[in-house]
Nanobody
Framework: VQLQASGGGLVQAGGSLRLSCAAS????????MGWFRQAPGKPRELVAG???????TYADYAQARFNISRDLAKNTVTLEMNSLQHEDTAVYYC???????????????WGQGTLVTVSS
């Protein structure tokens, strides 16, 4: 299974970006999907996550500005980010907990990371 993330880039403060992450490979199901971020000198942190049932969780700073959605048919998770601030500058990583046929539980896979830079 591989995750391919896209959509990062440079944006001015107040702007918007849309990140997408698609999983490919032999996938029986996906338990959860999410986006994390890591700024220079800081640990990786959860930005938003969504379960297969559609229940979403957001970091406090993302609650009012970001929206996570998923398309289980396409094994894709999307993060729409609005009103971006300089503090949102980070490498964003997608994560999917994938259920593989013949294997118990789920396995966490990570995308390669996509850089989001917000100029102030």
């Amino acid at each position: 299974v591989q995750l391919q993330a896209s959509g990062g880039g440079l944006v001015q403060a107040g702007g918007s970006l849309r990140l997408s992450c698609a999983a490919s490979g032999v996938i029986f199901g996906i338990n959860s999907m999410g986006w994390f971020r890591q700024a220079p000198g800081k640990p990786r942190e959860l930005v938003a996550g969504v379960t297969s049932y559609g229940s979403a969780t957001y970091a406090d700073y993302a609650q009012a500005r970001f929206n996570i959605s998923r398309d289980l048919a396409k094994n894709t998770v999307t993060l729409e980010m609005n009103s971006l601030q300089h503090e949102d500058t980070a490498v964003y990583y997608c994560n999917q907990a994938v259920v593989e046929s013949g294997r118990p539980g789920s396995i966490n896979y990570w995308g390669q990371g996509t850089l989001v830079t917000v100029s102030s």
